[in-house]
Nanobody
Framework: VQLQASGGGLVQAGGSLIISCTTS???????MGWFRQAPGKEREFVAA????????NYADSVKGRFIISRDNAKNMVYLQMNSLKPEDTAVYSC?????????????????WGQGTQVTVSS
């Protein structure tokens, strides 16, 4: 499966942004997720969603602020980011993993996509 993230940009602290991931293949076959990597830091898990979208996992650092969703009919995955902080600045990449229904464990991913830069100014 091929993945491509888009929608990143520059936003002020406290603002919101939605980034998207377009996919090829049959999206409903995959657990989908988002990771991010800030300059000089290791890549970290952000959020994941099960194949049918009924189970979601979030990193503690984004819980309550970010929402992951998917539209299997459109082969799209989204990450709505609210109450953004400067420490959310990173390259955000979408990822996919084959898995069973109801599983939202994306680690480690089987497929990676190109990232999109999100910059939050203070």
């Amino acid at each position: 499966v091929q993945l491509q993230a888009s929608g990143g940009g520059l936003v002020q602290a406290g603002g919101s942004l939605i980034i998207s991931c377009t996919t090829s293949g049959v999206l409903s076959n995959y657990i989908m997720g988002w990771f991010r990597q800030a300059p000089g830091k290791e890549r970290e898990f952000v959020a994941a969603i099960s194949r049918a979208g009924k189970v979601r996992n979030y990193a503690d650092s984004v819980k309550g602020r970010f929402i992951i969703s998917r539209d299997n009919a459109k082969n799209m995955v989204y990450l709505q980011m609210n109450s953004l902080k400067p420490e959310d600045t990173a390259v955000y990449s979408c990822a996919a993993r084959t898995g069973v229904t109801g599983d939202a464990n994306i680690t480690p991913p089987h497929y990676w996509g190109q990232g999109t830069q999100v910059t939050v100014s203070s």
